[in-house]
């Protein structure tokens, strides 16, 4: 069955770096998503992407965040300046047919991000 | 505002029995879609089942079924004859309105222990 993949599947960073989170989605889906869960907590929605920009975002998804699609396969999303506070696991989502609501949102495994 | 409640933070459960998690939620769209997705210790995050508002009947997939009680907002999940890889954490979670594909929201999860 096909799957969302996340690349890494730990990533340490220090404080201030610039950090990547790679994702494929599923390959026919047109519907991207990232979400974050802090340890202990609830997941949380960041953004949402299609047709090459971004349909929605939350308040967590500040200047510091971007995302981008640079080819066919690919999903990223980058945090410029990283924090303390942006450690989490983060989860990569895609989602297939346009008109269909009730289609699922296919989570990868997550990418967990620890900054020092 | 759309808001996911769940309220049992964690729930132990013998082995072969059937167990229900609550959930219940807000949102003010006559259309919406709820959603339970597990997350094993390992993190990563599993589609369950899927249930729309307009659906006439609860839906079933093998051991999960949802018990959406519309005038009361609530789905809650069964599983029946729990088996030891049924150990996880388990969200519930709404997307409201259908129509826009845009963010999933979540609660704050249930942490099932299947005792042997």
């Known amino acids: 069955e096909p799957e969302v993949t996340q690349t890494p599947s730990h990533q340490v960073t220090q404080m201030g770096q610039e950090v990547i989170l790679r994702c494929v989605p599923i390959s026919n889906h047109l519907y991207f998503y990232w979400y974050r869960q802090i340890l202990g907590q609830k997941v949380e929605f960041l953004v949402s992407?299609?047709?090459?920009?971004?349909?929605?975002k939350s308040e967590i998804f500040d200047d510091q965040f971007s995302v981008e699609r640079p080819d066919g396969s690919n999903f990223t999303l980058k945090i410029r300046s990283t924090k303390l506070e942006d450690s989490a696991m983060y989860f990569c989502?895609?989602?297939?047919?346009?008109?269909?609501?009730?289609?699922?949102?296919?989570f990868g495994d997550g990418t967990r991000l620890s900054i020092l | 505002a759309q808001k996911i409640t769940q309220t049992q933070p964690g729930m132990f459960v013998q082995e072969k029995e059937a167990v229900t998690l609550d959930c219940t939620y807000d949102t003010s769209d006559p259309s919406y879609g709820l959603f339970w997705y597990k997350q094993p210790s390992s993190g990563e995050m599993i589609f369950l089942i899927y249930?729309?508002?307009?659906?006439?009947q609860n839906a079933t997939e093998g051991r999960y079924s949802l018990n959406f009680q519309k005038a009361r907002k609530s789905a809650n999940l069964v599983i029946s004859a729990s088996q030891l890889g049924d150990s996880a954490m388990y969200f519930c979670?709404?997307?409201?309105?259908?129509?826009?594909?845009?963010?999933?929201?979540f609660g704050k999860g249930t942490r099932l222990h299947i005792l042997p």
């Open positions: 992407f299609y047709n090459n920009e971004i349909s929605e």
């Open positions: 979670a709404m997307k409201a309105p259908l129509n826009r594909d845009d963010k999933i929201i």
């Open positions: 989502a895609s989602k297939g047919t346009p008109k269909r609501g009730n289609q699922p949102q296919h």
């Open positions: 249930q729309g508002s307009y659906d006439q």
